[in-house]
């Protein structure tokens, strides 16, 4: 497919994971991509590469002009940078609060912020952010990340009704757990990780992780001027997890 042919993306995070591929898909559909993310150094052309720290206004800004002049415009944000957390509400505290609220959230609300004067220009704007099924379904062991998924979800439905008629659409992907280098950090450090990636791939209906190639696609789906009357809108990429209710084998 050559659906973004001639269209310029912006992917944070894009350095890695999701980002990557996502990245990767929409260059070989004929996009100009450029990758924004703490560590650029392992980006390949065509993909171009900026360092950038969602946390800092100043370094986002700095970053998105770069790239955008680069470009020579913006059609596309995916809004990708995240990081993980664990726990109960008991098991993080105050800062570590902060801290995740302030990557998963604000950090989507910096780079939007930075991107949308940009966008305003382009006749096939659209902005995807990545967020998670733990927006919609109660995960164990996820009190702080889900708390920022759920605002990501609430946040991606306001910023699609703000900036309708601005031409501008924004739709969120719910991936369920995905085979990404933060999964297998995670798996690394379970006493029994053979047992604990059987447990994740048990509880899709599919049986399996999602694939981060998969991912990809579903945000392309969502970036694609090939949607255009698709906006505030999040697609589950879960395996069946958040829709589907599965007898056990043999009933």
């Given amino acids: 497919m050559s659906d973004f042919e001639g269209l310029k993306a912006l992917v944070t995070g894009g350095a890695s994971g999701l980002g990557r591929a996502t990245a990767e898909l929409l260059a070989a559909r004929g996009a100009q991509v450029a990758v924004l ?141 995905a085979d990404t280098p933060w999964i297998g950090r995670l798996l690394a450090k379970a006493p029994d990780p053979a047992a604990e990636r059987a447990a994740l791939e048990a509880r899709q209906p599919t049986g399996r992780l999602v694939s981060a190639d998969e991912v990809a696609g579903a945000i392309a789906y969502l970036a694609s001027p090939l949607s255009g009357a698709t906006t505030g809108t999040s697609l589950a990429v879960d395996g069946g997890m958040q829709g589907l209710r599965l007898r056990p084998v043999g009933q």
């Fill in 37 to 177: 993310d703490l560590d650029p150094s392992s980006v390949e052309k065509p993909l171009l590469a900026y360092r950038a720290d969602v946390t800092d206004d100043a370094s986002v800004r700095t970053a998105v002009a770069a790239a955008v002049a680069e470009l020579g415009g913006l059609d596309v944000l995916v809004n990708n940078a995240g990081i993980g957390a664990q726990g109960s509400v008991e098991d993080n505290d105050d800062e570590e609060w902060h801290r995740v609220l302030d990557v998963n959230v604000v950090g989507m609300v910096r780079v939007a912020r930075a991107a949308l004067p940009h966008l305003r220009e382009s006749a096939y704007a659209a902005i995807v952010n990545t967020c998670s099924i733990a927006a919609t379904a109660g995960l164990p062991q996820r009190a702080l990340y889900s708390a920022t998924k759920g605002a990501v979800y609430s946040l991606t439905l306001a910023m699609a009704a703000d900036h309708v008629r601005e031409g501008i659409r924004v739709n969120c992907v719910n991936p369920g757990t």
